[in-house]
Structure formats: structure tokens, C-alpha cells
């Protein structure tokens, strides 16, 4: 099975259009499915904008994660498997099954171990291709999956430059080099590693202010080759440990766990930062794991607060010109608007293992 | 000791994380209160170091909020808490949609629910939201606690006189309504495919109305009435669903209980009315048959729907609307007027009802039944009252046809003291309105205050019994306007608490003026702003002016004039019938329905 999840610069930038997207592809290419979400989708109208949102139609035969009270939220019919061990401001996860097609809400696990287990059953039940609908800007749940598709667009904000700078930031951030995880690794601390191999460990785990940064500099009173910091970071709080440890960092390497661990905190942009003032230095960045993004999906259409009517109203920036541009950031990577005709082919850059091929009967 | 850290995310607002670590700490928890302008990374800092329970955001959503909570959450989750710690947020426009959407584990909305965040930090059910929790939550009793010690020994002495001679009189004297009570009764005992049933249905008929019998015997619907669909019925679990229980529409205490009455027509309906109620903070709902259900002899069976007000009364329709009732939930069953006032209250007892409705002067004349029949038929249904165990309540509705309230009393006063004689308990309801007698008088023209104070004081003056003003309260004080009709409803609640009410009834927002079945919304509309009111009210209260006093005084000469009146003219039936507890010049005729219909039985 491949799990793809669909996160987003922000809220509104088109992750549930793009699944929908996929979603259609794979029922044409005769895929079973699964859908899940790490927020609340499928709801005709947006909470916050007001404004109607894509709705899920999932085919007969799908199999769903989502919470329990919203099971009747649609027109789908759907058949109650088992309840998951995970839960939700809608009740507990639940598995169920499409029996007849129509309309449903997802509410599914909302952080990455309820998630791992939800993909982990639909796995064992033979789906070949699980979508995980994103929520907002959030990220971190979706490190349990195969790959993702990033959605930007003028939701996250109006100048084009601004959207594909970021992207671009995104983009390295999941491109970072990955190193294979290491036989010692530790969880609950920092472990520093010295030219001849020998290590140390010193306590803490993640690095999210200044002040956190300035006392971990302070144990570090000899050069490393390597820092290992196996929690969250905040790029800030790296720039000034970088800073503060000029002598002792420099020429070394700075390994992170993951990448959707320097993604959860801050602008993505300030990493722009670290990597250059790294580089500078000689300081190599790694990360442990990482998750392939397949592509990148833009949406020119941004919600708008008008105060003559006080509602929203749908605003867009020139489609053409956002394409091109974040294309132009992105080189290696497709950029698409998925409602572009003809439909751009997401499944195509999925890399789906045909049906058939890579299950047992 | 569990550890919470709180925390505003906001740049300057901090109160609601203040009040939280008060009753947080007070409530046994390390409740650790991060300033205002934290950041995400400094909360998940914080968190790491102490391995919180929960952390709690206090944000009122705006621009760019909803990225701000969600960037904690997935900070959170990247660094591995969520598997132990919980996240909540509360704050205005935070729903549980939203709540979900950026990934909390709990939402808090409107006033601080303690008992709510402590369940979600300890996650745990909050246990009063549930079923169970329901079932479990004791039914008030609204007589516990009163006496019904006669205070004013003149007006109990007019009183013993005027009940004994009703007593006397309806010795010996039967009615169609009571032999179907007694009918109806004995059926109910019966297996349902008994051919004795069968019999007893044949003995029923007898004592109908041939358009009652026309619907028995051959199926005949009288206009506007249908069955309710195998459809309609498949809905009525997601219709009649649990719902989380709002909080008390009381700020304090548990008096005044708040009732709101149902009778839309067609059960189904009713059920979702209830459980709007339910869910916005009633303690109990009133079935309200329709009008034309009184002026016939016998009532119709089975699930029936029909566009007109009131909900047909049958046993069937009331055990299907029973189901929409909670179990905390008191259900009182209108009875209290017609030709089929006793069967009724069989009906009500074998439904589940927990209270029941009797005013004989009331039902002898607005209601339109024979004052004859009607006092036969209500001391029956007295005392079957008396034998089910359950209170019955006695609506002084008659005073919105323009009688003045001394006289109104007077009747109230008659049927306590009638129910105390034959071991029921009642609960008298003096009306609080602006009724016509007061617009004519000019009793009220200062103020709706003092004139309702007088009304409700002037019982403890008289006996010791639970006062239920109703029914709805501020009748004729409402308008087209629902907010300012939800606003005169909920100022007569805050008078009807301040005057130590036992219970209140409350109409919603559009029920004068809906033109049809009223709305689910204007009925959270007067629940809510009743909440609003008592809220602002505290233990605080009303200041009536010198005039209330003297009202009062005026109101009580005026019940104990009119009692020895009564007691004089020696016969009750005949006092109702010559307007001595309101006449046509007051607005009252006695009612027709049903005259020669009582029989003396046979010694």
C-alpha cells in the first residue's frame, strides 16, 4: 500500500481538491481505496469562511477512517468494521466501509500515531492506495506516510514571490540529505560525536528558543563533528546555536530527525537562513528520515473578508503567473493546478504499484 | 499532582488562563499559567520540561489565528507529547468543527464548564453529558418540602365548605368520561390480543362519539388527521439521538424549575422540540392535546399526525414522544378541560408521565365543558391523581379571557384544597401576564413588577405549597418581535426566581404569533435569554414599589370576598354556572360541551 498525504501551506489551498483529484484517478485505474483525514473534511461549507468546500464522494467499496459521529454526515452508506484505538472531538476513529456511494466527512486521527495505526489497518485489509487528507498548515502527522503532495496558493498569501519562496523553503526542507538511521541512536537526548568517533550524550532533546540554544551551547566546550538533535527545532533557536558555537560547529555536521520536525515550527523561510549560514561555515545538515513530496499543487484562489458585506468572498491572483513561478523555483519537481484541463495526472507521479502486481491474491 | 500548562497564545488577553489556574489549582492540578505573547515553541518547551496532562489554549479566533493553534498542535505532535499530553482550546468562535480541523483533542466554548475540563484532562466522559448520567440525575419533586399548611385558617374554613359540597354533590354521579377512564383502565391490564380487550373495546365505543366510533370501526379519519409513516417513524432515532446537555439555565440554586410546552401536531416533531429543549436547559416539557380533542367523547389510538395545534392524544403517541424524553426530564400531560379529562390522565400514568394537569373552574368555562360534567369528571380525575402518585398542576389560564385575578385564585384555591381532600398534591399556577383585566384596570401600567409580586406572594400568605406561575409566563406581554419577546419572558423567569417560584412555564419567542407550528430556534431564543437573565440577576433581586403591598392586600380581601361568596351560594357547580369564579361580564361563559351527559348510577 502507498499512503499519500495532502498537506497544505495553509488553510484553503486546495489539498482536498487535490485529493479529490487523485481520488478520481485511482477509482478509474481500478485502485482500492482508503480515505482519512487528520481534520475535519467533507463539509459543504468551510467553519471559518463560510464559503462551500469540495465534497468527498467516495466510491462503493472504499474503505474510510473516520470518527464515529460523523458516520451518518453524509450520503454515503457506509458499514461499521471495527472502532480504532485513537479519538476525536467527534468520537472515537472508526473503520468502515463504503457500501453505497455518496458524500461523507472525514474526522480522522488527528496526530501521527493515531494515524500510523489507522494506515497500518487498511494495509491488512488490501488497500493499494490510502489517502490522508491534510489540515490547515499541519504537517507532522503526515511523516508516517509514503509521500506528499504540498498545496500552495494565494490562501497562504497574495504575492506570488511570497508563495513560491516558501514553497522553495518547503521544498528544501524535504530534500535535505538523509542518513541512515544510526545503530546508537538516542531518543531523549542531544549526542554529540567527536573526531574520533567517541560520543556523548547531554540532556534535552529539541531546540525551540534562544535561551534553550545558548544553554546547549554552553555544554559544548570542544569542537564535534556532529550534533544530533532528535526533537523539534525552531530555525531561530539553530541559527543562534550555530552562532553561539561558531568554533566548536564549524566543519561538522548537524543531523535532525526529520524534516517535518524543522517543518513543524516557524516560517520555513528562516531555514532558508540556517542553510546558508551553514553552509558558510562548513557545516553540513542531515536529516534521519524524510517523505518524498511527489508534487506541488497551486490554487490562485484565496478567501477574501470583505467588511461592506461582512463575509468572504472568493479573491484570486493571476493563475498563470503563480504556475510559472513557483515552477520556475521548483525545477525538479511538477507544479500543476489541478483544475487546469486537461486534469494534470497526479497518479502518474505517485509511483501506485499497479493492482495486482504487488498483492498476493 | 497532574501538571496543566495554560496558555493564552495571544498577544495581550490572558483572563480566561487566569481564571483556569484558580480553578484548576483549587481543584487539586499544577496549573502552570504561561504570560500573554508566548509563542508555540515556548509552550512545547515548557511542555517537554514538565510532561503536562493537557495543555490548554485560551485564542479567540481572527486572521491568521487558525494557523497559529494548528502550528502548536503539529509542534506538539513533532515532538512526540500528543501520546500523553491532551490539547484543548477554548475561546469565542472556536467550535468543535474547527477544534477538529486543527487537531485538539478538546473544545471549551462560552461560560467556563470546570467540571468539563477536568473530564478532558483527566479524559474521562464528562458523565453528566451522557445517557447514563441522565438516568442516574434525580427527577425534582416539586410538592418535597411544602406542608400545605393553610395559613389564613378563614379562607381554609371557606374552602372545606365550598370542596365538601362538591364532594357531596358528585357522590352518585357518573359520566361517558369516567366509564371510559375506568374502561380504558382495565384494557390496559389486558394482554393486547385478548378477546376480554376485544370486548372491552366494543364497552368503550359505546361511550364515543359517533366520529369516534366512524375512525374504530371503519377507519374513518376525522379532517386533518393521518398515520404517521413507516418513513417518518425510521427517523425518529436520529431525531430523538442524545444530546450533550447544555448547561442549567440557572445560574444558582435548583428553583425555578423551567417547563416549555410541546404540541406541534405531529409527534415526531414534538420529539425534536424536546430534545431542542433538552439540549438548551429545560427541566421539563407540557403535552398540549388539540382543542377539538376535548369536545368529543372519546379519543382516537395509534400514531396520528394532524396540522392543527396540539398533538392528538393517544397512548401510542405518548409512549413514542416518551422516548424523546430524557430520563432527568419531568413530562407533564394536559388533561385538565375536556370531556376526556380522566381518560387522560390514565392515559398520561400509562405513558410514563410524571405530572398531571386538573382545573374544573378553568375547563367549565374557558375550556367549554359543562360545568356539570366537568366537576364530575375532574374530582375522578382527582382522585386518580391521588392514586397514581402524581402531582397535578392547576393553570389559572382563566384570567387571560379578562377575569380578575381574585377570582381566578379562588378556583385555584378550590382545587388544592379538593386535591389535599382526596390525597393528591397540587400545584397551584398563578398566571404572571398582563392580562386583560389589568390593561382595562390600569393595574400595571407603571410597571409588570408589582402587580406579579402580589400575585405570587399573596399564596404565602394563604398555604404553604409550591407555586408553578405559568402558563407560559408574560403571556400577553409578548410580541411579533422575538427579541423583545424572548426578553419579557426571560425578565418574568428572573421575577418568578426572586418570588421563590418552584417551577416556571415559558413559551418560545414566537409562539403568540408563529402562525403555525413554532420554531426550533425561537424556543432556544426565550431558554436562552432566561439563562441570560439569571445570570445578570445572581442571588439578586427586584424591589417592588408600596403599590405591590397594597395589591397584595386588595388580592387576598378579593379571594377570601369571593370564597364566601361562594361558600355561600352552597353549590359549586352552580357558582361556576352564574359566574361567581368569573361571569360574561369578565370575559367567562360556562362551557356546553357535554351538558346532560352525567348520570346519577344506579345505588
Known amino acids: 500500500m502507498i499512503a499519500i498525504g495532502f498537506a497544505g501551506t495553509a488553510k484553503n489551498t486546495g489539498k482536498t481538491t487535490a485529493a479529490l483529484t487523485v481520488l478520481e484517478q485511482a477509482q478509474r485505474a481500478g485502485l482500492r481505496l482508503g480515505l482519512t483525514s487528520i481534520g475535519y473534511d467533507g463539509e459543504a461549507l468551510d467553519h471559518i469562511t463560510g464559503l462551500p468546500k469540495p465534497r468527498y464522494l467516495a466510491p462503493a467499496g472504499t474503505l474510510v477512517t473516520t470518527a464515529h459521529d460523523v458516520l451518518d454526515s453524509g450520503t454515503a452508506k457506509l458499514q461499521l468494521i471495527e472502532t480504532l484505538d485513537s479519538s476525536t472531538l467527534f468520537g472515537p476513529v472508526v473503520l ?30 488490501g488497500v493499494d492506495l490510502a489517502l490522508v487528507d491534510g489540515a490547515l498548515n499541519r504537517l507532522a502527522p503526515m511523516s508516517v506516510c509514503d509521500g506528499l503532495i504540498l498545496s500552495t496558493g494565494a490562501a497562504y498569501d497574495q504575492r506570488i514571490p511570497v508563495i513560491a519562496d516558501h ?13 541512515p538511521p544510526a545503530a546508537d541512536i538516542q531518543d531523549e537526548n542531544f549526542v554529540l560525536t567527536y573526531s574520533g568517533g567517541k ?25 564535534v563533528s556532529c550534533l544530533e538533535i532528535p526533537g523539534v527545532c525552531a530555525p531561530d533557536a539553530i541559527l543562534d546555536l550555530i552562532e ?80 510559472e513561478v513557483v515552477t520556475t523555483r521548483l525545477s525538479d519537481i511538477p507544479v500543476v493546478n489541478v483544475m487546469d484541463k486537461p486534469q494534470p495526472d497526479l497518479l502518474g507521479w505517485l509511483e501506485i504499484p499497479i493492482k495486482g502486481k504487488n498483492h498476493e491474491p | ?39 508555540a515553541e515556548e509552550v512545547i518547551e515548557r511542555a517537554l520540561a514538565e510532561t503536562p496532562s493537557a495543555i490548554l489554549v485560551s485564542r479567540t479566533l481572527g486572521y491568521q489565528v487558525a494557523e497559529t493553534l494548528s502550528g502548536l498542535v503539529d509542534l506538539a505532535d513533532a515532538a512526540g507529547l500528543r501520546p500523553h499530553t491532551r490539547l484543548g482550546v477554548g475561546g469565542m468562535a472556536v467550535t468543535r468543527e474547527i477544534g477538529a480541523e486543527l487537531g485538539f483533542d478538546g473544545v471549551f466554548s462560552g461560560d467556563l464548564d470546570l467540571a468539563a475540563v477536568v473530564a478532558f484532562i483527566e479524559n474521562r466522559p464528562i458523565e453528566r453529558n451522557t445517557a447514563a448520567a441522565s438516568a442516574a440525575r434525580p427527577k425534582p419533586d416539586l410538592t418535597a418540602g411544602y406542608s400545605y399548611h393553610f395559613k389564613d385558617p378563614m379562607i381554609e374554613a371557606l374552602l372545606d365548605e365550598i370542596t365538601s359540597q362538591l364532594l357531596s354533590w358528585v357522590k352518585g354521579k357518573s359520566s361517558p368520561g369516567i366509564r371510559r377512564a375506568q374502561i380504558r383502565e382495565a384494557m390496559l391490564a389486558e394482554p393486547t390480543d385478548s378477546a376480554e380487550k376485544s370486548r372491552l373495546q366494543e364497552h368503550y365505543l359505546q361511550q364515543c362519539d359517533t366520529e369516534i366510533r366512524a375512525f374504530y370501526q371503519a377507519g374513518n379519519m376525522p379532517e386533518g388527521v393521518r398515520w404517521l409513516d ?13 444530546v450533550a446537555a447544555a448547561n442549567s439555565v440557572r445560574h444558582i440554586g435548583d428553583r425555578p424549575l423551567i417547563f416549555t410546552q410541546y404540541g406541534t401536531g405531529c409527534p415526531l416533531m414534538d420529539a425534536v422540540h424536546i430534545k431542542v429543549a433538552e439540549a438548551w436547559g429545560a427541566d421539563g416539557l407540557l403535552h398540549f392535546d388539540p382543542s377539538w380533542g376535548a369536545q368529543r367523547e372519546g379519543l382516537l389510538d395509534g400514531l396520528l399526525s394532524h396540522e392543527h395545534d396540539g398533538t392528538i392524544l393517544t397512548l401510542d403517541n405518548l409512549r413514542l414522544i416518551k422516548t424523546a424524553l430524557a430520563p432527568h426530564l419531568l413530562w407533564n400531560v394536559r388533561g385538565h ?58 393553570p389559572g389560564n382563566d384570567e387571560l379571557s379578562g377575569v380578575p385575578p381574585h377570582k381566578t385564585f379562588a378556583g385555584l384555591l378550590v382545587m388544592t384544597m379538593l386535591g389535599l381532600k382526596l390525597g393528591a398534591r397540587p400545584i397551584p399556577k398563578p398566571l404572571m401576564c398582563y392580562s386583560p383585566y389589568m390593561m382595562v384596570e390600569g393595574c400595571m401600567e407603571d410597571n409588570f413588577i408589582d402587580m406579579n409580586a402580589a400575585k405570587l406572594r399573596v399564596w404565602s400568605e394563604i398555604i404553604d405549597a409550591p407555586i408553578w406561575p405559568g402558563e407560559p409566563v408574560g403571556f400577553m406581554t409578548h410580541t411579533p418581535d422575538r427579541v423583545q419577546s424572548a426578553m419579557t419572558t426571560a425578565a418574568h423567569v428572573a421575577l418568578a426566581k426572586d418570588l421563590g417560584a418552584s417551577a416556571v412555564t415559558m413559551a418560545s419567542s414566537d409562539e403568540a404569533y408563529s402562525k403555525g407550528p413554532i420554531s426550533a430556534q425561537a424556543r432556544v431564543d426565550t431558554l436562552r435569554a432566561a439563562r441570560e437573565m439569571l445570570r445578570f440577576m445572581g442571588s439578586a433581586g427586584f424591589s417592588t414599589t408600596p403599590a405591590a403591598e397594597r395589591l397584595q392586600a386588595q388580592l387576598h380581601e378579593g379571594i377570601r370576598h369571593q370564597l364566601e361568596i361562594i361558600a355561600k351560594r352552597g353549590d359549586f357547580v352552580a357558582a361556576i354556572y352564574e359566574g361567581l369564579l368569573g361571569s360574561p361580564e369578565d370575559g367567562l361563559h360556562p362551557g356546553r360541551t357535554g351538558r346532560g351527559t352525567v348520570q346519577e348510577q344506579a345505588a
Not at chain 1, 96 to 123: F, T, Y
Not at chain 2, 230 to 242: C, D, F, H, I, K
Open chain 1, 167 to 179: 514553497a522553495y523553503a518547503l521544498y528544501r526542507l524535504f530534500r535535505l540529505p538523509v542518513l
Open chain 2, 337 to 394: 378541560r375536556g370531556l376526556n379529562t380522566p381518560e387522560t390522565q390514565v392515559l398520561a400514568q400509562a405513558a410514563g408521565a410524571d405530572l398531571l394537569k386538573i382545573n374544573i373552574p378553568y375547563g367549565a368555562t374557558g375550556g367549554g365543558t359543562d360545568p356539570v360534567r366537568l366537576a364530575v369528571d375532574g374530582v375522578y380525575s382527582l382522585r386518580l391523581a391521588a392514586r397514581f402518585g402524581l402531582p397535578f398542576d392547576i
Open chain 1, 199 to 223: 560520543t556523548k550524550t547531554l540532556p534535552g532533546t529539541s531546540l525551540l528558543t534562544k535561551e534553550a540554544a545558548r544553554d546547549l551551547c554552553q555544554l559544548i566546550s570542544t569542537p
Open chain 1, 244 to 323: 553561539c558555537g561558531l568554533s566548536q560547529l564549524a566543519g561538522g555536521q548537524l543531523v535532525f530527525r526529520s524534516a517535518l520536525n524543522l517543518a513543524a515550527s516557524k516560517d520555513a523561510r528562516t531555514w532558508l537562513k540556517v542553510f546558508n549560514r551553514a553552509l558558510s561555515l562548513g557545516i553540513k545538515i542531515f536529516v534521519r528520515e524524510s517523505i518524498p513530496l511527489r508534487c506541488v499543487t497551486v490554487n490562485p484562489i484565496f478567501p477574501e473578508f470583505t467588511t461592506r458585506s461582512g463575509q468572504y468572498q472568493y479573491g484570486r491572483v493571476d493563475a498563470d503567473k503563480l504556475i
Open chain 1, 96 to 125: 468502515a466501509k463504503v457500501e453505497q456511494p455518496g458524500s461523507l466527512v472525514l474526522v480522522g486521527p488527528n496526530h501521527k500515531a493515531g494515524l500510523r495505526s489507522a494506515l497500518q489497518r487498511l494495509e491488512e485489509l
Open chain 2, 230 to 242: 413507516r418513513s417518518e417513524m425510521e427517523r425518529l432515532p436520529s431525531l430523538t439521538a442524545a
Open chain 2, 1 to 39: 499532582m497532574k501538571t496543566v500548562i495554560l496558555a493564552p497564545l495571544d498577544p495581550v488577553h490572558d483572563n480566561a488562563v487566569k481564571l483556569l489556574q484558580r480553578k484548576l489549582t483549587e481543584a487539586g492540578y499544577r496549573a502552570l499559567a504561561l504570560p500573554p505573547g508566548v509563542t
